[in-house]
């Protein structure tokens, strides 16, 4: 339990003293959490298991980064601003980093796919409290799902998109893994928001552990899986470790900030199995009949999930 209010009440971390200046919440205002019923098919315990996360009350807990007296539409429409920004400059500064022959596009299209999915959930403790923060959010990848499919159906031209998001500049590209991509942001942040850990660790799983194996395995993974030899050990084994660094990181940034409170004594191992399933799923043969993009967020959803209720 001090585990929990350790966490819930910000006790420390990147966000956790922003959070403290702001809102220092006394300890004795956080929720008593009831036990979870154990779970249907996992884990049975006679004794009700401690609740793994818990979604901190909205009477308990303050917005996470709320501008004092900022009404929430005004909150929401600057923080969806930002990020419209935000996303087209990440992608033209990139492009104009791979025109000018600094980094490789096969490199620059990685970095848009670990920096996009990253800086974008990383940004949801900025919007307001409203029950509509979320849609506001969700606006962005929206966007960028029908401008991916307006260039990727060539209806327009883009050069910048297509270089800086295509392996060969083919704009036929863009309808696979960026348009999997931006669809996995929208449904993370609409269904998961900042309220669950789900959403946040197949966002990190995706852009942060698929993305590193890439980087990784492209330029050092000399040894091939047995079962399939585009992959390789070292890129599976830096999609496990980074995976799981960048998930336990944004899961305690999130809990610092009071979005949700997780019962730490448990949740590391947790956020290792849904790694460790994401990572053996990236490793199969099947990225032809199923993208990474899809059954990497589609793993970690489910896993966590089941683990995380
Ligand atoms: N577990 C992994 C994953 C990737 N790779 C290396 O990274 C390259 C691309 O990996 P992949 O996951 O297939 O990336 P894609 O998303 O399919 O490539 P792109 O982003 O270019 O579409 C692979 O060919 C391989 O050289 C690896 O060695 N081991
Ligand atoms: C190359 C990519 C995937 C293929 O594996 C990444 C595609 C990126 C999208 C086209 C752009 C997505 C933008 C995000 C929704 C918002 C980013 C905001 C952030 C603050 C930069």
């Given at each position: 339990m001090s585990g929990l209010i350790g966490a819930a009440g910000g006790g420390g971390g990147c966000w956790g003293m922003i959070w403290s200046c702001i809102h220092p919440t006394p300890r004795r205002h956080l929720p008593k959490i009831s036990p979870i019923p154990p779970h249907p098919f996992l884990f049975h315990r006679t004794v009700p298991p401690r609740p793994l996360f818990q979604s901190v009350p909205r009477t308990v807990s303050r917005p996470p980064l709320v501008v004092a007296s900022t009404p929430p539409l005004l909150q929401d429409a600057a923080a969806t601003t930002a990020l419209f920004s935000s996303a087209y400059f990440l992608v033209l500064a990139f492009d104009k980093l791979t025109e000018s022959r600094i980094i490789r596009q096969s490199l620059s299209r990685k970095l848009v796919h670990i920096l996009s999915g990253l800086l974008f959930a990383a940004?949801?403790?900025?919007?307001?409290?409203?029950?509509?923060?979320?849609?506001?959010?969700?606006?962005?990848?929206?966007?960028?799902?029908?401008?991916?499919?307006?260039?990727?159906?060539?209806l327009a031209a883009d050069d910048t998109l297509v270089t800086s998001l295509t392996r060969?500049?083919?704009?036929?590209?863009?309808?696979?893994?960026?348009?999997y991509y931006v669809v996995v942001l929208l449904v993370s942040t609409t269904v998961f928001w900042r309220e669950s850990p789900v959403g946040v660790v197949s966002v990190a799983m995706m852009c942060?552990?698929?993305?590193?194996?890439?980087?990784?395995?492209?330029?050092?993974?000399?040894?091939?899986l047995p079962y399939n030899p585009h992959k390789s050990w070292l890129g599976s084994i830096s999609m496990f470790i980074c995976g799981s660094l960048i998930s336990a990181g944004m899961l305690y940034c999130f809990t610092s900030l009071g979005?949700?409170?997780?019962?730490?004594?448990?949740?590391l191992q947790r956020v290792l199995l849904v790694s460790l399933v994401a990572t053996i799923v990236e490793s199969l043969p099947i990225t032809e009949t199923l993208d990474d993009n899809l059954s990497v967020p589609l793993a970690s959803m489910v896993t966590a999930l089941m683990i995380f209720g």
């Open positions: 940004s949801w403790p900025f919007f307001s409290d409203s029950v509509h923060a979320r849609y506001f959010a969700a606006l962005v990848p929206l966007a960028n799902f029908f401008r991916l499919l307006i260039h990727g159906l060539s060969e500049g083919n704009p036929k590209e863009l309808l696979r893994g960026p348009l942060g552990g698929d993305g590193i194996a890439d980087i990784i395995g492209r330029r050092y993974g000399f040894q091939k979005c949700f409170s997780l019962d730490w004594s448990s949740a």
